[in-house]
């Protein structure tokens, strides 16, 4: 089933963007004309496959990344809130919520 | 003045007093400078920085670091502290990190000197630089052609000659493409040999720092010194570093390269065609052994792709809301609107794009038929070539279907 312009209006609405009704009509047929694109996976039987699930080679994958839980060093938070857009008694301040 | 000497010359030369650390990275951040108007490359040019590093570095001395005094550009999505990181952005804009990427400690521990930030395709989605919130970068062999992306601004640095070597990212070709289309050395290392942390994710499963050169020696340098294991990233591999450098003169002879001819088939360029068997040729009179093999599943890579990549995307680019660093749209007064607007008006749309294809297909009902599907296929795609590398040592492929327009 291609993808129509509700969709879109809906995938926005869970990307959490507010796109334009002229980015709706835009993106419908390019998003849609990918997904068929996509679709040739099906050609393939992938029963009893195992997903990759993720990029790692087999010496990554033996690779222990466990480590002691000891405190470290961190940013703080004078460092931590000095590129945030409205900083606030040393909080992050965001327009309310309700 | 252009610079096109490689690592070794310029160490050579300053240890014979014929030039200093501080002339050779004054005339890189000159020729940054100078030919920024013409290729766009550097988002950021550090000249105050990069000459007080050379300064710090010629009253250390510099014997003995691998990259003692040597200029180098870093793509605008690895953290450097203090300069900016836009990753060609409008949401990050001006963001400054307060801490180093892991590959960028160990550059300067190396002794590098970082003269910049360069331009690349918005978080790094693209393969040819038009998707930079600022501006395209322009091809140095010629203006009217584009670098390839996304890790373009570095591809040009070093053809351009500005600098030696640079670090790019590459996801699914970001630095390959760029190398080829600028006609240097580009490296994708192995997944797991090098640290991501610091680099800002697109796709995580696929994201590597990678190395562009004008020569295989520069290049096997640089990932000596920044790969390796990294407690800041679980995903790199306990392996050790070889010394890359040793293994370049090395004999041809014997080694068995594998040739995917189905790849080369339908839809490729004559002239493509005509430099694939040339460089094959080289190969086969240094006494290589050229073996053919098969890759059946490597037509299904870019669906592959295509689903992964976005769907691991608009997971990491979730974080970017307008909070905690970043763009925040003016006159939002309300949390969920303030978030949809800043990324509303902070993204490109290549960038929208992915987000969205990739939230589709990991929504509700979609997950196993899109992104499961595609992990499988991933699967066969490695036995593929797990299986094509136990008849050959290496497999060549070409970057294009089509040569550079």
């Known amino acids: 089933m291609p993808i129509n312009e509700s969709d879109i209006v809906k995938i926005a609405q869970l ?27 099906n050609e393939i039987d992938t029963s009893n496959i195992l997903p990759a699930l993720g990029g790692l080679t087999p010496e990554g994958e033996r690779t222990d990344s466990t480590r002691a839980d000891v405190v470290a060093p961190s940013l703080g938070q ?20 309700l | 003045m252009i610079n096109c000497e490689t690592i070794d010359q310029i160490h050579r030369h300053i240890s014979q007093g014929a030039t200093s650390v ?32 050379a300064a710090e570095i010629e009253t250390q001395g ?23 990181t836009s990753c060609g952005s409008r949401i990050l804009g001006d963001y400054h990190p307060p801490y180093n990427a ?16 360069t ?12 998707n930079s919130a600022f501006g395209t970068v322009k ?4 203006t009217a052609r584009v670098p390839g992306g996304s890790s373009g601004g570095s591809a040009a640095a070093v053809a351009a000659g500005i600098v030696p070597v640079a670090l790019g990212s590459d996801t699914g070709g970001s630095v390959r493409q760029p190398a080829s289309l600028c006609g240097v050395v580009g490296l994708k290392p192995t997944y797991g040999r090098n640290s991501r942390y610091g680099l800002v994710a697109f796709a995580s499963s696929l994201d590597q720092v990678g190395v562009f050169g004008r020569s295989v020696g520069d290049v096997a340098r640089v990932l000596g010194v920044i790969a390796g294991r990294d407690s800041h990233d679980a995903t790199t591999a ?28 339908e839809g490729l360029d004559a002239e493509v065609r005509a430099a694939v068997e040339a460089t094959v040729q080289v190969y086969r009179d240094l006494g290589a052994e050229i073996v053919e093999v098969d890759l059946p599943h490597a037509r299904y890579a870019i669906a592959v792709y295509y689903i992964i990549a976005t769907a691991e995307a608009s997971s990491n680019l979730a974080r970017f809301d307008g909070v905690r660093y970043g763009f925040r749209a003016k006159e939002a007064n309300e949390l969920r609107s303030m978030y949809r607007r800043s990324r509303e008006e902070g993204f490109g749309p290549e960038v929208k794009r992915r987000i969205m294809l990739g939230t589709y297909v990991l929504s509700a009902g979609y997950y196993e038929a899109y992104y499961h599907k595609a992990q499988q296929v991933r699967t066969l795609l490695r036995n593929d070539f797990r299986r094509a590398f136990e008849a050959c040592d290496a497999i060549s492929l070409r970057r294009r279907q089509l040569p550079l327009s």
Not at chain 1, 18 to 33: D, M, N, Y
Not at chain 2, 70 to 75: E, G, V
């Open chain 2, 62 to 84: 510099t014997e003995g670091a691998a990259l003692a005094g040597i200029p180098i550009a870093i793509k605008d999505n690895i953290c450097v502290r203090g300069l900016q």
């Open chain 2, 102 to 117: 892991t590959v960028v400690d160990r550059l300067l521990a190396a002794g590098a000197v970082i003269i910049g930030k």
């Open chain 2, 139 to 142: 091809n140095p062999w010629d």
């Open chain 2, 238 to 265: 306990e392996v050790p570093v070889p010394d890359y450098a040793a293994g370049l003169n090395a004999v041809v002879k014997d080694l068995r390269i594998g040739f995917p001819r189905a790849l080369f088939g």
């Open chain 2, 22 to 53: 501080r002339s050779v990275v004054e005339t890189a951040v000159t020729a940054a400078e100078e030919l920024n108007g013409s290729l766009n490359a550097f988002l950021k040019i550090d000249r105050q920085g990069a000459l007080a590093r």
């Open chain 1, 15 to 41: 990307a959490h963007l507010e796109i334009s009704r002229r980015e709706v009509q835009l993106f419908a047929p390019q998003i849609a004309e990918i997904v068929t694109y996509v679709e040739q996976l």
């Open chain 1, 78 to 97: 004078e460092v931590a809130l000095e590129e945030a857009p409205d900083p606030a008694a040393g909080h992050f301040r965001v327009p309310k919520v």
């Open chain 2, 119 to 130: 331009n690349c395709d918005e978080f790094a989605m693209g393969s040819s630089n038009e």
